[in-house]
């Protein structure tokens, strides 16, 4: 059974940081790019970053470019988000994801806001 298990969000003040976890298991994860998506009431749902299953390649949307570093660590089945210069605009629900050939799969989210 594929389970995906984010932690690390909280409330935070701007320029603050926080790091965030996606605790994989079910699946080989060393063989599927990772990703972060978070969703705001607003906006909706927004891709934030990829990472390659071998982890030296990384993709960021331009508004967290500089901030955000994606990570892997196969041998913990586990990403990473480490989020700095947080904003408020940073607001959001965050989930891990991937997709599989058959579908795709989600996190339950972890919440983070940016607020003073």
């Known amino acids: 059974q594929v389970q995906l298990v984010e932690s690390g969000g909280g409330l935070v003040q701007p320029g603050n940081s926080l790091r965030l976890s996606c605790a994989t298991s079910?699946?080989?994860?060393?063989?599927?790019?990772m990703s972060w998506v978070r969703q705001t009431p607003g906006k909706g749902l927004e891709w934030v970053s990829t990472?390659?299953?071998?982890?030296?390649?990384?993709l960021y949307i331009d508004s967290v470019k500089g901030r955000f570093t994606i990570s892997r660590d196969n041998a913990k089945d586990t990403v990473y988000l480490q989020m700095n210069s947080l904003k408020p605009e940073d607001t959001a629900v965050y989930y891990c994801?991937?997709?599989?050939?058959?579908?795709?799969?989600w996190g339950q989210g972890t919440q983070v806001t940016v607020s003073s």
């Open positions: 994801y991937y997709a599989s050939a058959n579908r795709d799969y």
């Open positions: 079910g699946f080989t994860f060393s063989n599927y790019y």
């Open positions: 990472i390659y299953s071998d982890g030296r390649t990384t």
